[in-house]
């Protein structure tokens, strides 16, 4: 089958063979799949990955309960049986496969296997391009979860591009005051169209005032950037992988008492219903389309600074 496949470079093949399926796995006929920065990283080294690359999709399920329907999936694959899964902490389950990441071919492919109990049904009223987006929405869905009272707090989210604009729009619909800091106006000008406060990063002038501030740039700076703005006792959120050594000071940490939390997945259903009732807007960030052959290319256009999401067609 066609898929795009990272083993030490990137590159399309039309004749990748798809495993066989696993006791409770169910395969999925990609329509299609969505380029993100995770993607990139792995491509610069991040986990060591070799195999199929993709985890952000759609696609129609051949069997199971959801036969013939389009699917999105969630891309840890837990054991089920471990402390962690019986704490219903499958995400973090030592023994996981983590689809297009870990030990787990992606869905930059025409099928993927998944396990049936990551699946959900895509509304007939989301088309398959918003739902493509519903994994990183369900990211940005995870901040509200770790941090409950977050409603009516100042909020300062580091990074314009697609997650940095999602985890805004998550923010706001909780009632939280947010502001993003980014380096592209044209990016800002798609929050502040929303109402969202939106400053350029060579205005910033941090002033340790926000409650929390969520580091969504991919960057190594981004950390320190954050330091400089959450207040003492606030709480800092990290919500994307850097594949770079990070080497920070550690003692304002202590100093300050403040919280760090690492941010991965989230809630799919939330996600699905934020999208269906159109309180997060995706179609601005759609910057292209590629057929699955030219995943060369839209890799390219995906590291473009005016770039926010780019798809494979499948």
Request: one cysteine or more.
């Amino acid at each position: 089958m066609r898929a795009v496949v990272f083993d030490g470079q990137l590159r399309f093949t039309d004749a990748w063979q798809l495993r066989a399926g696993k006791p409770g796995e169910v395969a999925v006929d990609v329509i299609k799949a969505g380029i993100c920065e995770t993607d990139m990283q792995l491509c610069q080294g991040y986990m060591g990955f070799s195999g199929v690359l993709g985890h952000e999709f759609v696609g129609i399920a051949r069997s199971g309960k959801f036969a013939g329907q389009r699917v999105v999936g969630e891309i840890n694959c837990a054991c089920e049986a471990c402390e962690l899964c019986r704490r219903q902490l499958g995400n973090h389950c030592p023994n996981r496969t983590v689809v297009g990441i870990l030990l787990h071919d992606g869905a930059f492919a025409e099928s993927v296997w998944i396990p049936e109990v990551n699946l959900h049904r895509v509304p007939d009223s989301l088309s398959t391009e918003a739902a493509v987006f519903v994994e990183p929405v369900a990211a940005a869905c995870r901040i509200p979860q770790q941090i409950p009272d977050i409603h009516g707090q100042s909020v300062i989210v580091l990074g314009d591009g697609r997650l940095g604009n999602l985890c805004a729009q998550v923010l706001v619909y909780h009632g939280c005051n947010v502001t993003v800091v980014g380096k592209h106006p044209e990016k800002l000008r798609l929050l502040s169209n929303r109402g969202v406060a939106t400053v350029l990063l060579q205005d910033f002038s941090p002033t340790r005032s926000a409650d929390v501030v969520v580091d969504c740039t991919g960057s190594a700076s981004g950390l320190e950037t954050a330091l400089r703005a959450v207040r003492p006792c606030g709480t800092i959120v990290l919500k994307t992988t850097v594949a770079a050594t990070q080497n920070i000071h550690m003692a304002p940490f202590v100093i300050d008492e403040i919280r760090l939390i690492g941010s991965r997945c989230g809630p799919f259903a939330d996600a699905i219903q934020l999208l269906t009732e159109g309180a997060v807007d995706v179609g601005p960030l759609l910057s292209a389309t590629y057929p699955i052959h030219d995943a060369i290319k839209a890799f390219e256009h995906a590291t473009r600074k005016d770039t926010l999401k780019v798809l494979l067609d499948v």
